[in-house]
């Protein structure tokens, strides 16, 4: 079962704020255990709101497009882990293991847990095998990358 | 990242119960094959309601609190995403600008873009140097699961 673990929070990150030294080594750590247990998939930080935008889309096919940063929301996206485990459970468990750093704020920071739909959660049509197609081919480019990554290093 | 954002009345509806029209789905892979050939696609998937899932928070003095799904309370729930690499900002918002309304042409959706922090964005440092090791160990992870498909 694959889980993606988000970390949110209430607003951006205050600007021009990096992770202290320590910080990032412990983050490091965590992220080294995920990878040599073999569950980790993905991870990604994102950049403040300031940088992005948002498409908006109404009834009657209208889309507006918006500028960041979204000082509206209240659950910010700043980074994620997609891990591949056998429960639930056992996402729980990686999560409550990360060394999230409260930054002394009020704001709540937290991880949500979510689990992925499979392409076995769907009825197979031939849009689900057209579908399978795509995500192979999303993997042949990934698979391009790990060996350019190889050829790197 | 382009976020499909979701809300209490979408997140309570199964697969099952969404009956998503036909054509919004062939407009939906009809997209992704775009992104696809296009070679910006790096990734893409769906994520189950959020009664399958779990919160972690986490508050100063480092306590932390499980709470179950669904997350009733909150107005901004994630449904999906692509991950696409693309040139600039505005690419990628014209990316998001052409996808199908992603809940059907008859309801309010919303694609968030937020771009990816590179690890050249930070100053070269051993803890850096950490973190490539791990992307290492992830690429090699995927194209081993990747032969194990084939």
Redesign the interface.
Known sequence: MRFMMMIKMKKDPAAGKTPSKEAFEVMGKYNEQLAKSGVLLDMGGLQPTSKGAKIKFSEGGKKTVVDGPFTESKELIVGYWVIQVKSLEEAIEWAKRAPLQHDGSDDDCEIEIRQFFEIEDFPETDRVKAAKDAGKKAGDVYKEMAKEARGQK | ?M?VKSNQEQDKRT?ADKKLSEKL??EM?KY??QL??A?V????????G?S???????????K?A?VDGP?TE???L?A?FW?IDVNS?EE??EW??R?P???G?????????????ELED?LP????E??E???????????QM?KE?R
Not at chain 2, 56 to 62: A, D, R, T, V
Request: hydrophobic content about 40%; overall charge positive; charged content about 30%.
């Open positions: 990242m976020i697969i789905i062939g892979r992704n094959e696809a050939k070679g696609l790096l990734d893409l998937s769906g994520l189950h959020t399958r899932g779990t919160r972690i928070k986490f508050s100063p003095g480092g932390k499980l997350f909150s107005k901004e994630v999906g991950i900002r990628a918002i998001a600008n996808a309304a992603p809940h042409p008859d309801q309010e959706s919303e694609i968030e873009v937020r771009q990816f922090i930070y440092s051993e803890a850096i950490k973190y090791e791990v992307a290492r160990i992830r690429l090699e992870r995927l194209s990747k498909a």
